[in-house]
């Protein structure tokens, strides 16, 4: 399972080992235990496959966000978009008593170190202002996984998310 449009699975599972509540997912992935193969000697081996549906995770009736449809084969995670996320993120925190905002820009493909990824940080607010440490940032080549680790920084510092 990849996918660019949603969190995966276990990106999900980082963002609510986060305290990020599901109800502010806009979207989720559904699995399923199938049957696949078979033959008249042999039983059909259960394979595992997910969907992501477009739906809130929050929309669901509550029997199936506890994944207890069809004896327990079904399972329900919520899935954040890359705007939901966004809009999770504080737009200005505060460290040290500076104001940083957040902003998001692709490095340079031709940056020997960290070039061809994706950067989503904290900078000063006001250019000329000397602050007492760096941006704050994450890279990683998918744009949801840098809010991923955003949310991820965030929240072990102590700083709270928006409500959706």
């Given at each position: ?29 559904h699995g399923a235990i199938v049957p ?129």
């Amino acid at each position: 399972m990849t996918t660019n449009i949603a969190t995966t699975k276990e990106q999900s599972a980082r963002l609510l080992q986060c305290g990020v509540s599901a109800e502010s997912a806009d979207m989720h992935w559904h699995g399923a235990i199938v049957p696949r193969g078979g033959s008249l000697t042999s039983p059909p081996e259960p394979s595992e496959e997910w969907d992501l549906f477009n739906s809130p995770y929050g929309f669901m009736p509550e029997e199936m966000q506890k994944a207890k449809l069809m004896e327990d084969y079904n399972e329900i995670i919520p899935a954040w978009s890359l705007s939901a996320m966004l809009g999770l993120l504080p737009k200005e925190i505060a460290i040290s008593g500076y104001t940083y905002r957040i902003s998001i820009y692709f490095e340079n493909p031709d940056e020997p170190v960290l070039g061809n990824q994706w950067c989503l940080y904290y900078k000063p607010k006001k250019h000329n202002e000397k602050s007492r440490i760096d941006d704050v940032p994450m890279y990683a080549p998918d744009l949801i996984d840098c809010a991923v680790l955003m949310i991820e920084w965030l929240t072990a510092n102590n700083y709270k998310l928006n409500k959706l």
